[in-house]
């Protein structure tokens, strides 16, 4: 593949989350890096053979760095494919998909890390990256090679969207992990507590589906916090979708532990009544929880206590969403609307731009090593180009992924990509 020609990303709003910059200027992206962002680089002169783009205003920041997103290949290509959902990314502005173990084959050997790589650079657009399974067949029982499978390519452990039911278990995972400077991602949901379909209350009463409480989250955090107090490895909660988790959390923090957490954006969008008549689109795992529990994520992840925000992107295909609610397989896709659906924060006045920006592309790539979500230069020209206030209606029928069962089917959205550049070369232009 040929390099391609410099790049000057003019006359933009430009945003670099890792330095909490925010200014007017101009991006200048060469030998797949960036040169140099900041104001009258255009005005100095443009390099030989560069193309000149006008953002007229429009934002400019890292390319957004997705920690948690299902895709089916190996084993189920009809869900989703890693050309797929490179292309879902590159049109929601996502440079890099973190992609999680729950294949066929399970992602617990370093030759299926290495399939992985391969494939995604052989038919990905943008960047993917393994998790790598922290039990073997994601059985909960026997540990992985967490340093081979290091070696090999995996950014973090985790078994999906299934928890460690044995403390002693997490715990010397935790140990052989804190040694390799490895991130353990888990899933806070306890398997005998989580047998239901939506969040349990008054709402799941009426509807007349089996609850699954709060409590089933907040105990396997709690217990997980307390193991990290003792072993000092890091850890990373996947999904925090209650208060309760959130006080858990802080507490840990203020204790000086090497602990984050992640929300997803359909956690910080919905809340358990637009299930509305058994909406199966709205079944998700964890369940959307109640809408004091929405603000309070919004609230951590305005104050920095929530790290991350992820799309936890899971394609399902129509047989698996069309059944009874309590029958539906859990899930919604979300690569293309994670920026937007974001951006609605924004506009709400609940979180500030940056914020947004560095939850969404900064901290992820700083907790799992990549060098991504900056502007610094030298870093990788992984950018996009963002018209914040441009209107658009999602119709499913456009939308890139394999699958269609996304929540936001008919919203109403403010914010959208115009550009996806990885590498430096442009892989998605709105027209």
Known sequence: MTEPHPLLLANARVIDPSRGADFRGDVLLASGVIKDAAFGIAAAGVPDGAEVVDCKGAVVAPGLVDMRAFIGEPGAEHRETLASASHAAAAGGVTTIVCQPDTDPVVDDPAIVDFILRRARDTA???????????????????????????AG?????????SIASAQGLRRMLTYARDFDALIVHH?????????????????????????PKAAETI?????????DGVRGRYHAASITCRESLEVLARAKEAGLAVTGSVSINHLSFNELDVGQYRTFFKVSPPLRAEDDRVALIQALSSGLIDVVV????????????????????????????????????????????????ALSTRPAELLGLKGGTLKAGSPADVIVLDPEMPWVLDPANLKSRSRN??????????????????????????
Do not use: C, W
């Open 125 to 151: 657009v943008v960047r993917i990256h393994p998790m790598a399974a922290l039990t073997k067949g994601l059985k909960g029982e026997e540990m992985t090679e967490i340093g081979l499978l290091q070696a």
């Open 220 to 228: 396997v955090l709690e217990r997980d916090l307390r193991l990290v």
């Open 311 to 358: 799309s936890d992107h899971n394609p399902q295909d129509v047989e698996m969403k069309r059944l009874p609610f309590s029958e539906a397989e859990p899930g919604a896709i979300g690569l293309e609307t994670l920026l937007s659906a974001a951006l609605r924060l924004v506009h709400a006045g609940d979180v500030d731009l940056v914020n947004v920006l560095r």
């Open 154 to 162: 995996a950014v973090a452990f985790t078994d999906g969207a299934r």
């Open 188 to 212: 806070t949901e306890d398997a005998t507590m989580s047998g239901g379909a939506m969040n349990e209350g008054l709402f799941a009463s009426r509807l007349g589906l089996p609850g699954i």
């Open 406 to 431: 996304t929540p936001f089917d008919g919203a109403r959205l403010q914010g959208r990509v115009l550009r996806t550049i990885v590498a430096g070369r442009t892989v998605y232009e709105y027209v």
